[in-house]
């Protein structure tokens, strides 16, 4: 009795997940959630440590022992709300986060065996709060009479923004696109997070009083300078590094070549995937190479997948170990009978009629670590080989979109074009204006955004205090 | 929501639509393009600013129905809303004194050039006017063109209006009598790329304003990607204007012609199911008859 007592309490409960089969055929969530029941059996397993080491690995330092108490307690509105204190995207953050390397890494289960489920804790009752009763609403706190511009939608901007209405003050939240929320629903595709469900999250934001404008790149339509003028007190900027990356090999400009960026907008905002029904295109079928090893590139092998790929190759140059990818993702993606085409490194795109045909490549082995501590791919002499293709997705990167930089006088740069700020405050060169999220670290993740974000309204808050 | 306050068909599937933008029209210059969306299902498209009202609050954008979404523009009547407009995009014209210009536009590519001439004559350039169409029928924008120049010309395809022949064989006979310091060419892919190759032995600067596939119009998506001088560019953010020249023509007539297939499929399937105008008015009858319909029950009983 003890010991399979004992058994169970290391043995985390699995989420239910969509057959591969099944899922490459449609665009529907893969992970499934937690059932009332086994999110509750799931939550017993936490040891309730009194000096809860998992919430250091959480940048947004969200109560993870309390909301997980209210869960094993069958207090599913309690746990929501208990999240909601530090976290307004927990729907998103249950499914985005790379918990494994965050929270969960330091779970004292996992020195046994396997930690708390904490990731699939928070999407359960964030589901849950969404699902059933509407939470209360936020009680409005007193307006300070300061006003806020952040830049950016995305995970950054929305955690700023969020904090700072709450403490009252007067938040606008300008966004490029036609839609809010970044990287969350231009990037990250439907069957890992449904669009309904960032909508949501980002209404409840909305909710606490901030004011959301769209089609408004700021640096075209305003500069950081005009919105000054116009009476703001603070800006923060979280644009994002949202300039695509290509390899620089012949053939790239060829039909049929798409950056990450292009493809998963097209098919994530744009919802090409139901083309004819939504009017933007996106080339389906054939055979598709997508270059890269990041989340961008299992994302895009994915959606390609879904829009009807023969075959999807994943084209990366160092060996699985090294891809940046979330093992789940990976796995994910196996499944689904992705080809990994790991240690190779693509040449050349050869075209046909202005289309890309296929991809010239060489195999490759890892030398010495580079000056970035990941070994060096060295291309192994007689190895060339060629993929035929007919869609090939760059996904080896971004870099940092100049646009809001090179209209604003005095905001100090890095040599490789990120905003410099500071980290524990955002506060950059001038005078009332903070960044934070990839526009200041380079591409990362939703939560370091948001914990980005939430370091910066703070600062800012006290900044407006003055 | 963006209000178009007026609609006007210039000339066989050429329209002008004028919207209600002040932000836009506040921060507009020449030579920048918005991104527009008509309504939640739509595409991004771009369209070059033809004209801005910084009192009124207003931009006027001048397009040729070429598929499903400029149809379904073309379909809106004024008093109908977009829902989304986004500008100014891309980089201004580089507007200085240089002496003569001469700016040749053809087709709905006057729009673009018209903001442009305008600007170069007030920045105190003499300018010459060179416009092309394919019949004296589908002539637009003379008289505003007119308006913003010291000299015009204008030339037709079939001869019916002015010089008979290309823009690019008028702009070579007036580079041979006169002396031009600066040639800004706008209108189709083709026309741009002649007139390129009829002022290159001149070894006169000709800027042109691309029109490239584009998605976001911000630098994200790389959809938009050109070859100047053999460095690939984002026409978005380091155009729409480049040194023409220095194009690689070839490569963005390809590029323009990647979704040729779907563009077809969706404009046969607006047209099959009556979308837009017809469907409209068809709602619209339907609408009347329903109402007069459920008085009739209503007196009935």
Avoid at chain 1, 337 to 344: A, K, N, P, R, Y
Avoid at chain 1, 351 to 373: A, T, Y
Avoid at chain 2, 276 to 298: N, P
């Amino acid at each position: 009795m003890e010991k399979s007592k004992k058994a169970m309490v290391l043995k985390r409960v699995q989420m239910p997940e969509r057959a591969p089969g099944v899922r490459v055929t449609n665009f529907n969530e893969v992970a499934l959630g937690y059932s009332p029941e086994r999110a509750i059996q799931e939550a017993s397993r936490c040891l309730q440590c009194k000096d809860s080491p998992c919430r250091r690995g959480c940048p947004v330092e969200v109560d993870i022992p309390a909301f997980v108490k209210c869960i094993k307690e069958g207090d599913f509105t309690g746990a929501i709300r208990e999240i909601k204190k530090k976290n307004f995207l927990p729907a998103i953050c249950g499914r985005v986060c790379p918990q494994e390397n965050q929270c969960e890494r330091f779970c004292v289960l996992g020195k046994k065996r396997d930690p708390l489920t904490i990731g699939g804790l928070e999407r359960f009752a964030a589901d849950h709060g969404r699902d059933k009763n509407p939470l209360d609403e936020p009680s409005k706190p007193k307006p300070t009479v300061k006003r806020v511009a952040v830049v950016g939608s995305g995970p950054a901007g929305l955690t700023v923004a969020g904090d700072l209405a709450r403490v009252g003050h007067e938040v606008t939240l300008f966004e490029g696109l036609h839609k809010p929320g970044g990287v969350l629903v231009y990037g990250i595709p439907e069957f890992r997070l449904p669009k309904e469900i960032v909508e949501f999250e980002v209404d409840y934001v909305r909710q606490l009083g901030v004011e959301i404008k769209t089609n408004a790149v700021i640096g075209k339509l305003f500069t950081i300078d005009e919105l000054f003028k116009r009476g703001y007190h603070a800006i923060f900027i979280g644009v994002g590094a949202g300039l695509p990356l290509f390899m620089g090999i012949p053939g790239e400009n060829l039909d049929g070549v798409y950056s990450a960026n292009e493809f998963l907008t097209r098919a994530n905002l744009m919802k090409s995937y139901l083309f004819p029904e939504y009017d933007t295109p996106i080339k389906r079928g054939g055979r598709v190479a997508v270059v890269g090893g990041g989340n961008v590139a299992v994302d895009a092998a994915r959606v390609a997948l879904r829009l009807g790929a023969d075959e999807v190759y994943l084209v990366y140059r160092r060996g699985e170990a090294e891809m940046p990818a979330r093992a789940e993702e990976i796995r994910h993606a196996k499944e689904e009978g992705i080809i990994f085409e790991v240690l190779t490194l693509p040449v050349r795109l050869l075209g046909k009629n202005g289309w890309v045909c296929g991809m010239e490549c060489v195999r490759v082995e890892l030398g010495e670590p580079d000056e970035s501590g990941r070994r060096r791919p060295i291309p192994i002499k007689g190895s060339e080989f060629a993929l035929d293709v007919d869609v090939v997705v760059v996904a080896i990167g971004t870099r940092a979109n100049p646009l809001l930089p090179s209209t604003t006088p005095g905001l100090e740069l890095n040599e490789r074009g990120y905003i410099v700020a500071d980290e524990e405050t955002g506060r950059t060169s001038r005078e009332g204006v903070f960044a934070g999220g990839d526009i200041v670290t380079g591409a990362a993740t939703v939560i370091s955004a948001m914990g980005a974000g939430r370091k910066a309204a703070r600062a800012i808050d006290e900044y407006l205090k003055k | 929501m963006f209000k178009i306050v007026k609609k006007e068909e210039l000339t066989a599937d050429v329209y002008l639509i004028e919207l209600e933008a002040p932000d836009i029209a506040r921060k507009a210059q020449p030579g920048q393009f918005i991104v527009l969306r008509i309504g939640e299902r739509g595409e991004r498209i771009p369209l070059t600013i033809a004209d801005f009202d910084r009192a009124k609050g207003t931009i006027s954008i001048l397009f040729l129905v070429v598929g499903k979404s400029t149809r379904w523009l073309s379909d809106l009547r004024a008093g109908d809303h977009l829902v989304d407009v986004s500008g100014p995009l891309g980089k201004p014209s580089e507007i200085e004194r240089v002496g003569t210009v001469l700016c040749a536009g053809g087709g709905v590519g006057i729009g673009a050039i018209h903001p442009i001439a305008r600007a170069f004559r007030e920045a105190g350039n003499r300018v010459i006017v060179v416009m092309g169409f394919r019949s004296k029928d589908l002539i637009v924008f003379e008289d505003e063109m007119r308006a913003v120049c010291d000299e015009f010309h204008i030339c037709t395809d079939d001869g019916s209006r002015g010089f008979k022949g290309f823009v690019a064989q008028l702009v070579d006979k007036i580079l041979k009598e006169d002396e031009v310091d600066l040639v800004y060419a706008i209108g189709p892919t083709m026309m741009m790329r002649t007139v390129c190759d009829t002022t290159r032995p001149h070894r006169i600067k000709t800027v042109v304003s691309l029109n490239p596939v584009m998605v976001d119009g911000t630098g994200m998506c790389g959809s938009c990607r050109v070859s100047v001088g053999g460095k690939t560019k984002f026409c978005c953010v380091d155009g729409p204007e480049f040194d023409g020249q220095q194009v690689d023509f070839d490569l963005l007539m390809a590029r323009q012609k990647i979704y040729l297939e779907e563009e077809k499929l969706s404009m046969e399937r607006y047209e099959a199911k009556g979308e837009g105008r017809r469907a409209k008015s068809e709602r619209r009858v339907k609408d009347e008859k329903r109402k007069a319909e459920g008085e009739c029950r209503k007196v009935k009983s």
